[in-house]
């Protein structure tokens, strides 16, 4: 990095206090601070590989429901996945809840104040204790997020990918180097804020950047390169067939497991497509199955295809009974935590059926 951290420092914080989004995890006039420690753990695990814009309406509906980390503690997991619904990566929902409760039973109901404490809780790494103890009660702590690391990577001209071993301790170290002595939660906020708005992963706005004097890669010419891409890897297709099977107005729902991808959540009758012979899997209880359609949906490591019969029950019996099941209307499904592509599977129900 150009010039002294110092100075770096004092520019970035300047601008900050300027043109700061108004956020409402963030103190400003209307909520002066301090920052309740909770309300700073709510917001940050939300934030993990989502997007600010989709995080807020979320983060306002949760607090508001669980307000406190003991509302959060004592509900059902379920009513926690039906209010973490479409936001997605759900377990970070279930690890939010199973620190609350482990805030509750080792820390008095307070959230502990230091990095090594924060990662003893379920779902905190050490970006996320670097954020909660920093910005919550501004321990002298680094982080390093997806922003962090490029806006960093820009400063001192890393050319290499910024994920390798060698990289991450650098760019960890870096991070710690150029904390300033106090203010140190703005400070941080200031560099996620600088590589959010400023420091973009593409098109980064130079020209208005605070710290441009300080940067190495634009100096060389290089930001629009910098960091270097991540490969590209083939994303596998999972085939699925769902099943939605009526009776007497209701539709029938299955608890998927308790672990893994959707984990306690509820899905019209799903099963895995026989990927030989492409031959339905569905036991003969159903009567007359129709195709309705097909469900994209893509995820960061893989995209799934859903399938999609409609059928009425025979004689009213169950396809299965390995796992949990109830018969409910369409207009009562809000009721129950659902993943989004059966989500768009009950619209095309209401529209099939309107």
């Not at 905190?124 to 009660?137: E, H, L, N, Q």
Request: charged fraction near 25%; hydrophobic fraction near 35%.
């Amino acid at each position: 990095m150009l010039l002294s951290t110092k100075t770096f420092g004092r520019r970035l914080l300047e601008w900050y206090m300027k043109h700061r989004r108004d956020l409402p995890w963030r103190c400003n006039a209307q909520r002066p601070g301090p920052l309740d420690p909770y309300h700073v753990l709510v917001s940050e695990t939300m934030l993990q590989q989502t997007q600010v814009a989709t995080v807020v309406p979320y983060y306002l509906r949760f607090l508001a429901r669980f307000p406190k980390v003991a509302d959060l503690a004592e509900v059902d997991e379920q009513e926690v996945l039906r209010l973490w619904q479409g936001l997605g990566y759900y377990s970070r929902a279930r690890n939010l809840q199973s620190a609350a409760r482990k805030i509750l039973s080792d820390h008095g109901g307070k959230l502990p104040r230091t990095r090594d404490e924060l990662l003893g809780l379920p779902g905190i790494g050490r970006y996320t204790a670097g954020a909660i103890a920093s910005i919550a009660f501004d321990q002298r702590v680094p982080i390093l997020d997806g922003n962090v690391t490029r806006v960093l990577c820009r400063l001192d001209n890393i050319r290499t990918d910024p994920r390798s071993r060698d990289n991450q301790n650098i760019l960890w170290t870096k991070a710690e180097e150029i904390l300033p002595s106090k203010g140190i939660g703005d400070f941080n906020s200031a560099l996620m804020e600088l590589g959010a708005t400023v420091c973009t992963p593409r098109n980064p706005q130079c020209l208005l950047c605070p710290v441009q004097k300080h940067c190495e890669a634009f100096a060389a010419g290089m930001q629009e390169s910098i960091p270097a891409p991540r490969k590209a890897k083939p994303t596998p297709l999972c085939r699925r067939q769902t099943y939605c099977i009526s009776r007497a107005g209701k539709w029938l729902i299955e608890q998927r497991p308790p672990r893994g991808r959707w984990a306690g959540m509820w899905q019209f009758i799903t099963i895995e497509t026989a990927q030989s012979s492409g031959e339905s899997l569905f036991p003969l209880s159903v009567l007359r199955p129709r195709r309705l359609g097909l469900v994209s949906h893509a995820l960061t490591h893989r995209r799934y295809e859903f399938e999609i019969f409609i059928a009425r029950s025979r004689n009213g019996d169950l396809p299965r009974s390995d796992r949990p099941t109830q018969w409910v209307k369409l207009d009562d499904l809000h009721r129950y935590p659902v993943p989004r592509p059966h989500v768009k599977i009950a619209a095309m129900l209401r529209d099939e059926t309107a």
